[in-house]
């Protein structure tokens, strides 16, 4: 069944959201040439202890449940999709894209978000890979609406993706979001309209496209972990926890006021 959030739960979910952009903006602050992505990582440990809260992605078990996630966080460069483990031989350069994935829990509830970085100077070819992924986040989010449904959301990022010529991950998707981080329902970033769960006020959702600059075809490298482009090329990926509410969609993860 897809959780429906009651009054008290979504202002958890609030507090939880907003603790997970916090993270995010503090580390996104630090992306620069010569940083690794070890440092990274444990900078957003140290985060997450200031805010009081705690790593949703360290130690989650894989599909198998026989590997656990080694990082606080998801740091994924260039032709990494998702998942990336934080490496001390990981360093940046210019030239770079770095996607930063913050999942964090509090009080009982998640919090999840993911911005991918530019290391200017870059590519054209990567800056509207970049923007495209960016711009497709905002064009789902607007379909996120009570009385909607999932297939509405898929469908607007699909469509606008490939409009580009770009290609869109069909292996991961986003999810529901709340007291676990892969809730109902599934949130595919491809599909048709019409179709899917019906968008209900008090559902909370991971809207999070997932592009690719040639192939949609992916991998996963030996870490177990790592999800990178089959033909290597670059990947960009944003996300939002948005609160499906009667008078449209809600971002969570926006930055606004204390907590």
Known sequence: MVPVKKP???EKMRVACKKAALVLEKMCAL???GVNTYDLDQAARGFMKELDCESACLNYPNSKGKSRYPSYTCISVNEEVVHGIGR??????????????????????????????LLEPVTSDMTFLVKTTQEALFIGIEHAKAGNRVGDISNAVQRFVESRKLSVVREFVGHGVGRT???????????????GEL?????????????????????????????????????????????????????????????
């Open 8 to 10: 008290h739960e979504i």
């Open 31 to 33: 992306v620069e040439p």
């Open 181 to 195: 981080m892969h809730e109902e329902p599934q949130v595919p970033n491809y599909g048709r309209k019409g179709k």
């Open 88 to 117: 001390i031989n990981r360093i940046l350069k210019k030239g770079d894209n770095i996607t930063l994935d913050v999942v964090i829990k509090s009080d009982g509830f998640l919090g999840d978000n993911a911005r991918t970085l």
């Open 199 to 259: 968008l209900k006020p008090g559902m909370t959702i991971a809207i999070e496209p997932m592009v690719n600059m040639g192939s949609h075809e992916i991998e996963i490298s030996a870490d177990g972990w790592t999800a990178v482009t089959r033909d290597r090329l670059p990947a960009a990926h944003f996300e939002h926890t948005v609160l499906i509410t009667e008078n449209g969609p809600e971002i969570l993860t926006l930055l606004g006021h204390k907590v």
